[in-house]
Structures are given as C-alpha cells and as structure tokens.
Nanobody, 117 residues
C-alpha cells in the first residue's frame, strides 16, 4: 500500500485546512487508517483514527475541532481541521493498518501544516 498526503500549508490561527491521503496498491489489505503528527523536537503523536468498521478516535487536543473521514470509493482518508491553533503546527502523516499483520506498516511522506499566531 502506498500513501500520499496533500493539503498542508500555512494558515492563520482560527483558520481551517483539509488534509487528504490517497491510498493505492493493495487497498483490500487496509484495516484502520490514522493521522499522526510530529512537531520539531517532539515525539510523533496520534491525532485521529478511523477503524475499518467506522469507529473514530481523537486525541483530546483536537477533539471537537478535527474530523477524520474515509471515502472507500475514492480510497482516500481525510482530516478536516478547524479552529487551528499554533500548537497544531507539525508534519502530518497518514498511516494504514494491515489486515494481515495488524501492524501500521504503510506510511505516507507527510504534509506540513503551519499555523501562525
């Protein structure tokens, strides 16, 4: 499975961005798909997750502001980010869990999100 993120950019605090992750390859082998982020000098953290059955999880820091969605027809995962804050600045990564191994062994290259104050 290959994942390619897009949609990052520079936005002012309070603004919105929509990230997309396009999946190609063995799409049938994908179970859950997640969004992670990593800011400079910080550890990578889980932002939002969507299980194969549609259940969603959000980090407390983004709950109520971010929405994860998946379009199986277009093989894309999205992250709608509203009310952005400077602390949301990070590289955002898409990850896919393998049905076979249960591991998140497919990762995108990342898309940069920068929120100015």
């Amino acid at each position: 499975v290959q994942l390619v993120e897009s949609g990052g950019g520079l936005v002012q605090a309070g603004g919105s961005l929509r990230l997309s992750c396009a999946a190609t390859g063995s799409i049938f082998s994908i179970s859950a798909m997640d969004w992670y982020r990593q800011a400079p000098g910080k550890e990578r953290e889980l932002v939002a997750s969507r299980s194969g059955g549609g259940a969603t999880f959000y980090a407390d820091s983004v709950k109520g502001r971010f929405t994860i969605s998946r379009d199986n027809g277009k093989n894309t995962l999205s992250l709608q980010m509203n009310s952005l804050k400077p602390e949301d600045t990070a590289m955002y990564y898409c990850a896919a869990q393998s049905v076979l191994s249960g591991e998140y062994d497919s990762w995108g290259q990342g898309t940069q999100v920068t929120v100015s104050s």
